[in-house]
């Protein structure tokens, strides 16, 4: 019989029975794992013969034991918290007290010394009145406009903090209460209210309150590797016949019952992008990921994207081996592609299970929704139904008839009809729900999904919702703002502070020699305080997915050779990924190392102006060839450096040699006009080949990196 089987007969968990298997001898990696029938037997006696021994419920005791004094613990604490108030008041008085000779001159120093002590403390004493309460971060300007001061003399006192700061710039907490301090002010942090709020109705729950929850599966893999299709033979329906080109063009969620053995919740997903966008936003939704490898086209790059992805997420990953009925069909060939990705199959010793499916047949689909379930038992998923809900938008549109409508999964507690939701910066009271079917339905619980209508407004896919007591309380929350990421200027402060131990890096190289080389590089830099992890890497420039990869696991991007696509700079700016461009291995590794020791002082910032595509090479004799483009993104100036990318990856950097408009020579050409193009000491120009012109400009240090040393 089976670990898994033999637990369930035994009542306990597989996990605690794999260990005492182990102890006797007997070889078993995982939960289907087969048990000798003897050590069955042995392991049924032990049970047996410890039974009594455990019957006397002893545990719940314990636990109210310990709950008892720790509320009586709290109460004595606010007690004496409030002593020293009343005590603070007669303390003059004490010294008077000691009759012994020496007192007067024991006793004049203590309360002397408090005197000075407490001198200090309210030396802005005198402004008492006029301390400020902030909400930081703040930005310079906003700060001298509460403080009531000039803006240039605000700056002038950073500058005598050594913080070379401009007018726009945001300081923290640390930096805006020292600076109160210089200028004799007392400012008081504003306690962010979204949080208060949010952590008052998302209070840790007692275990008592849990129940088991379905799993929440997410089908990820390599476009046309049959997802959508799989996911539409384990719901047998049509789904994939009603989309565009039979390719997903919108997030699912979809329930599945299996009868007598459970549910399950499948995500389907048009790519990983979607899926770590929601993460990205704090969302952390999956329990399993499942990801389809076709058996007739093996391991292709969006596969190991998706793994990357999964990995990072800390999802277990089951492999589904679809298109097995098919005579060209290679599982083999599949299951060797898994193993260079570090996720070895089962079958050759690893911990990776692959199951042969087919979409087409019906092939190995019940065996797949059987170990799905079994790997939610081994995982425990437990939620609170009985609680106020909380959850993810999983999908969001504007319906003529119903307005903004979410797609929404539910974590925790039961989402009802008439609850007031906020999900980001939308908030409503819910008109009513959907189930996937299109049926309505009255409440939903842990792990299920539903479409809402009633909001103000259309959320994003990835944004967290909550159910509140009343629109005031709601309305506090959507005036929350967005988090900062983390940047190679501010990895210092983060060491410094004791809370970060992991510099996660995304590397994308022009060949796989550099990405390889420069993996092994950054990794040695690794110290006790912080190591260094590379999480991806790749050849090719930067693409969507590495942006939103980076933006959910708080990485720093690291392009060798190559620059990012104009949509994915735009996403990085917008989600503040930090992205950094590299020629040579040296700098890289000494500016990670400068970053990790608190050294990295940038003082230049390379700014992208603009981009020429090169739709037409003409050869002229006197001038080489020449290159007729169109600025298709900003500007482009004569006097600037140029790159010239091809498929994103740089082939040369260097100088325009000329610019001109039809046979004028002009200084620059704005976007949406035509021109013709030469480089300097670059003759093999092509078409499709794009120019990107760029400056360099000086820049101040960043505020965070003086702050984390001052």
């Known amino acids: 019989m089976r670990v898994h089987e033999l637990a369930k007969e035994l009542e306990c968990q597989s996990k605690d029975l794999i260990v005492e298997i182990q102890a006797l001898g007997e070889a078993v990696k995982n939960h289907?794992?087969?048990?000798?029938?003897?050590?069955?037997?042995?392991?049924?006696?032990?049970?047996k013969s410890k039974a009594p021994a455990v019957e006397p419920k002893t545990q719940p005791k314990k636990e109210t034991a310990v709950l008892v004094p720790a509320a009586k613990k709290v109460k004595e604490a606010k007690k004496t918290e409030a002593v020293p108030e009343k005590i603070s008041k007669p303390s003059p008085v004490l010294p008077a007290k000691s009759p012994e000779p020496s007192a007067p001159v024991v006793a004049a120093k203590p309360v002397s010394a408090p005197v000075q002590a407490a001198q200090p403390a309210p030396v802005p004493q005198p402004a008492a009145k006029s301390a400020k309460p902030i909400r930081f971060p703040i930005m310079v300007g906003s700060l001298a406009a509460e403080l009531n001061i000039r803006i240039p003399e605000l700056i002038k006192t950073l500058m005598g903090m050594g913080i070379?700061?401009?007018?726009?710039?945001?300081?923290?907490?640390?930096?805006?209460?020292?600076?109160?301090?210089?200028?004799?002010?007392?400012?008081?942090?504003?306690?962010?209210?979204?949080?208060?709020?949010?952590?008052?109705?998302?209070?840790?729950?007692?275990?008592?309150?849990?129940?088991?929850?379905?799993?929440?599966?997410?089908?990820?893999g390599h476009v046309d590797h049959g997802k959508t299709s799989l996911l539409d033979a384990i719901r047998k329906t049509k789904v994939a016949a009603t989309e565009k080109g039979f390719i997903t063009q919108h997030i699912g969620a979809y329930g599945v019952d299996i009868p007598g053995r459970g549910h399950v919740t499948f995500l389907d997903t048009p790519g990983h992008e979607a899926f770590t966008a929601m993460r990205a936003r704090g969302a952390n939704v999956t329990d399993v990921v499942v990801l389809v490898v076709a058996a007739d086209d093996g391991i292709m790059p969006q596969t190991i994207e998706a793994a990357a992805h999964a990995r990072e997420a800390g999802c277990p990953i089951v492999v589904a081996i679809n298109k097995s009925d098919l005579p060209q069909a290679n599982p083999q060939k599949v299951l060797t592609g898994l193993q260079r990705m570090d996720l070895v199959p089962e079958?050759?010793?690893?911990?990776?299970?692959?199951?042969?499916?087919?979409?087409?047949?019906?092939?190995?689909?019940?065996?797949?929704?059987?170990?799905?379930?079994?790997?939610?038992?081994?995982?425990?998923?437990?939620?609170?139904?009985?609680?106020?809900?909380?959850?993810?938008?999983?999908?969001?549109?504007?319906?003529?008839?119903?307005?903004?409508?979410?797609?929404?999964?539910?974590?925790?507690?039961?989402?009802?009809?008439?609850?007031?939701?906020?999900?980001?910066?939308?908030?409503?009271?819910?008109?009513?729900?959907r189930n996937d079917r299109g049926k309505t339905i009255k409440d939903?619980?842990?792990?299920?999904?539903?479409?809402?209508?009633?909001?103000?407004?259309?959320?994003?896919?990835?944004?967290?919702?909550?159910?509140?007591?009343?629109?005031?309380?709601?309305?506090?929350?959507?005036?929350?703002?967005?988090?900062?990421?983390?940047?190679?200027?501010?990895?210092?402060?983060?060491?410094?502070?004791?809370?970060?131990?992991?510099?996660?890096?995304?590397?994308?190289?022009?060949?796989?020699?550099?990405?390889?080389?420069?993996?092994?590089?950054?990794?040695r830099l690794s110290n006790d305080q912080c190591r260094v992890r590379v999480i991806h890497g790749s050849v090719g420039g930067i693409n969507e997915s590495d942006?939103?990869?980076?933006?959910?696991?708080?990485?720093?991007?690291?392009?060798?050779?190559?620059?990012?696509?104009?949509?994915?700079?735009?996403?990085?700016?917008?989600?503040?990924?930090?992205?950094?461009?590299?020629?040579?291995?040296?700098?890289?590794?000494?500016?990670?190392?400068?970053?990790?020791?608190?050294?990295?002082?940038?003082?230049?910032?390379?700014?992208?102006?603009?981009?020429?595509?090169?739709?037409?090479?003409?050869?002229?004799?006197?001038?080489?060839?020449?290159?007729?483009?169109?600025?298709?993104?900003?500007?482009?100036?004569?006097?600037?450096?140029?790159?010239?990318?091809?498929?994103?990856?740089?082939?040369?950097?260097?100088?325009?040699?000329?610019?001109?408009?039809?046979?004028?020579?002009?200084?620059?050409?704005?976007?949406?006009?035509?021109?013709?193009?030469?480089?300097?000491?670059?003759?093999?120009?092509?078409?499709?080949?794009?120019?990107?012109?760029?400056r360099v400009e000086k820049v101040a240090t960043k505020l965070t990196a003086p702050s984390a040393q001052s």
């Open 32 to 47: 289907m794992s087969q048990v000798d029938e003897k050590i069955a037997e042995s392991l049924r006696k032990k049970r």
């Open 347 to 433: 079958e050759w010793g690893g911990k990776t299970i692959c199951v042969k499916v087919s979409a087409k047949t019906g092939q190995g689909i019940e065996q797949l929704l059987e170990l799905l379930l079994l790997e939610a038992e081994v995982l425990e998923l437990k939620a609170n139904p009985d609680r106020k809900a909380t959850g993810t938008v999983i999908e969001g549109h504007l319906s003529k008839g119903s307005g903004p409508v979410a797609t929404v999964i539910v974590q925790k507690g039961t989402l009802r009809v008439g609850d007031i939701l906020v999900c980001g910066a939308s908030m409503g009271r819910v008109k009513s729900l």
């Open 164 to 220: 070379f700061a401009n007018v726009n710039q945001l300081l923290n907490e640390e930096i805006g209460i020292k600076l109160g301090h210089k200028l004799g002010i007392l400012i008081e942090k504003i306690e962010d209210e979204t949080e208060k709020i949010i952590s008052e109705i998302d209070t840790a729950e007692e275990k008592k309150l849990l129940k088991p929850r379905p799993p929440v599966v997410t089908m990820m």
């Open 444 to 523: 939903v619980g842990p792990s299920y999904a539903a479409e809402v209508s009633g909001l103000n407004g259309v959320p994003e896919a990835g944004e967290h919702f909550l159910v509140v007591e009343d629109e005031k309380t709601a309305r506090k929350i959507t005036a929350g703002g967005a988090q900062k990421h983390l940047s190679l200027e501010g990895l210092y402060e983060r060491i410094s502070k004791g809370n970060f131990k992991e510099l996660k890096l995304i590397l994308k190289a022009d060949v796989q020699g550099s990405e390889e080389a420069l993996a092994s590089s950054l990794e």
């Open 547 to 694: 942006i939103m990869l980076a933006a959910a696991s708080d990485a720093i991007i690291i392009g060798f050779h190559v620059k990012a696509d104009p949509k994915a700079e735009e996403i990085a700016e917008k989600e503040g990924v930090d992205l950094r461009f590299y020629n040579i291995i040296y700098e890289v590794v000494e500016d990670v190392r400068k970053a990790l020791e608190g050294l990295l002082e940038p003082t230049f910032r390379e700014i992208s102006e603009g981009r020429i595509q090169i739709r037409k090479v003409f050869k002229i004799s006197r001038y080489g060839n020449v290159g007729g483009g169109f600025v298709i993104k900003g500007k482009v100036t004569r006097s600037n450096r140029v790159r010239v990318l091809r498929d994103n990856i740089v082939v040369f950097e260097g100088k325009l040699s000329s610019l001109k408009r039809f046979k004028d020579d002009v200084r620059e050409v704005a976007q949406g006009y035509e021109c013709g193009v030469t480089v300097e000491g670059f003759d093999d120009l092509r078409e499709e080949d794009v120019l990107e012109s760029f």
